[in-house]
Each structure stands twice: as C-alpha cells, then as structure tokens.
C-alpha cells in the first residue's frame, strides 16, 4: 500500500501547489491592466484564472475600485474561475471613446455598460458580485438581463432605486449618513470634491468601515483610480441623479422605467452583510422577499464594514461559490 499513498500524497502535493500558484498569479494580474472597448467607454480591468473556466464579474462602489477584490479574485482563481474586475466609469484607466459622450452617472448607464463589456469579452453569462455602486449594478443587470447571469452576490442585498421614490424624505438620523450626498449637490460641493477628493474618499472609508484599520498604502494603491480625468463628473452626475437634480439620458428612459417598478430578481442569490458597516443600508429583513429564486443571507460579525469583499475576502469567495452551488 505504500506506492499507493505516495503516489496520493504527490498528486495533493502537486495539487496544493498549482493553488498557490494560481492564487500568487492573479494577485499578480492587478498589476497587469487590460483594455477592452465596450460600448462608449475603453474599459480597464483586472482579470485572473484559467480562460476556459466559469466567469465571475466583479464590480467595485464609490469611492473605492478594483483593488477591493484583490484578495478575493486571487482565491476564486485558485478555486477553478475565471475572474474579471473591471474599473467602473469615472475610475482607473477606463475612458470615454468620445470627448462628447455624456459623463453621466445614473443607475441605467453602470448596468448598459457591464453588459457591453460582456459583449466585448465574448462572456454569455457570469456569476456577478459587487458592493455598493456594485452592489445596486450588479443587481439590476440580474433584474433585467436574467439570461446573462448565472448567479448573484450582493452587499446589502437589493439596491435598486428610482428618482421618484428618492422624493420621499427620510427619518433625521437616516438623512444624517447620506450628508455628501447633500453636499455634491451643490456647487460648493462639487468644487470641494474636486478640490479634495482623496482626503474625501479616506473619509469615507474610515466612517463606512470604522473597525477597518487600512494603511496608508492600502489606501493610495485605490485612490490613483480617483485621478481618472472623469471621476468628479461621474461622482456627481451620479448622486445629483438619484435626487432628480440631474438629468439622465433619454436612451435609458425604458430601463429606468423598469427599474421604477422595483423588479425582482430570480436568479440564485447570496446577500451578504457586514456587521460594522456604518454607510446607510437597508435591513436585510426589508428586501429578502425581492429574491425569488434560491437566496440565502449571511451577516458578518467581527466589526466588518461597507467593503466587505477587501475586509472579508474569504466570505466573499465563499459567497460566490455558495451561489454558483444554488445553480447545480
């Protein structure tokens, strides 16, 4: 019997090590930005894994960028998927192909351009996650293109919004944690944010993620992405839109107006929640009934805040597979 645990612990040997490998090269791959062009924007993005394997698209929020799933795609990668993370408009080397395309920021306008960039990477279906301005993406693509998304993971579970029911004022203390959104709705703040956007997005990463001791390196390795030439205009558009201060394009009137009737989403889904997350989100009880296929919610404890997927990678990784299982 002895030949035969040999040749046993050298195969789990060999399998150990082409894991480790996996995982070392795509934390290498965020290093190694590509580009597609997709619709009306030259998309940057990350990608790690074996080409042939079930893609995973990643999608970042505000104001964060694809760094916040270095981790997390590395051990997806060594799990046998095809990861892909790519720079949201407004952030890291993805541009607009034509100076005068609208830098606009609504809703509709994130969701059309994943969806392009699936076109262009030839990707027919994807595991999609995302949190924040992810999260609300990553759920309206599973809201309206079902048939492009095999599974779903989101942070904070169902975000999708509507200008019309952005009109409704909420309670003081619910006001309170949206104060820049206030703020970008004024001049003042738009030249504020120009002005100070790195100071302003360490802000926000200490008061969304107040138990997320990140070193100053952590934090300039994502803020070059807010140097991106539209990342103030995209910002702005973007929060000015949700309150009806700004217009959108006419080419996304029908998809919003889906988007209106808060659709639910059918595709097998895990929403995930950290148990220190102090950006505003809703009680996970309020949305569960909007995920009408195979759902499961899990809180994280342990002080974890709004970028989960960077504070918690595992628990992240763990909820992609958990979701891609529900489709088996």
């Known amino acids: 019997m002895k030949p035969i645990n040999n040749i046993r612990s050298r195969f789990l040997m060999a399998a150990v090590f082409t894991l480790f490998v996996n995982f070392l090269q795509a934390q290498d791959n965020f290093d190694k930005i590509k580009q597609v062009k997709a619709g009306v924007l030259d998309i940057g993005y990350a990608e790690a894994g074996a080409p042939n394997a079930q893609p995973v698209i990643l999608l970042h929020g505000w104001p964060y960028d694809i760094y916040s799933y270095k981790e997390v795609s590395a051990l997806l990668a060594a799990k046998g998927y095809h990861v892909f993370v790519p720079y949201l408009r407004g952030y890291g080397s993805t541009r607009f192909l034509d100076a005068a395309t609208p830098r606009n920021g609504q809703q509709a306008a994130l969701a059309a351009d994943v969806i392009a960039f699936m076109d262009a990477l030839k990707i027919d279906k994807a595991i999609i996650g995302g949190f924040d301005w992810g999260a609300r993406t990553a759920d309206i693509v599973a809201a309206l293109w079902p048939e492009r998304t095999k599974a779903l993971v989101s942070v904070s579970g169902y975000l999708i919004g509507s200008q019309q029911a952005n009109k409704a004022p909420l309670p003081p203390k619910a ?114 009934a909007k995920f009408k296929g195979k759902y499961a919610h899990h809180t994280l404890t342990g002080g974890i805040g709004h970028n989960l997927p960077q504070e918690a990678p595992k628990a992240f990784a763990d909820a992609i597979i958990e979701a891609d299982g529900f489709t088996k």
């Not at 996304?252 to 659709?263: C, Q, S, T, W």
């Open 175 to 288: 006001e309170l944690l949206w104060w820049y959104q206030y703020y970008f709705a004024t001049e003042r703040g738009e030249k504020g944010y120009e002005a100070n956007r790195r100071d302003f997005a360490k802000l926000i990463w200490q008061t969304a993620s107040p138990n997320w001791h990140f070193s100053d390196a952590v934090f300039a390795q994502s803020a070059a992405a807010f140097d991106n030439p539209d990342h103030v205009a995209i910002t702005i558009s973007n929060y000015r839109w949700r309150l009806g201060l700004a217009q959108g394009e006419t080419k996304y009137d029908e998809l919003e107006k889906k988007l209106a009737a808060f659709p639910v989403i059918t595709v097998p889904t895990v929403t995930l929640e950290g148990d220190a997350n102090g950006a505003p989100h809703p009680d996970p009880a309020n949305y569960a």
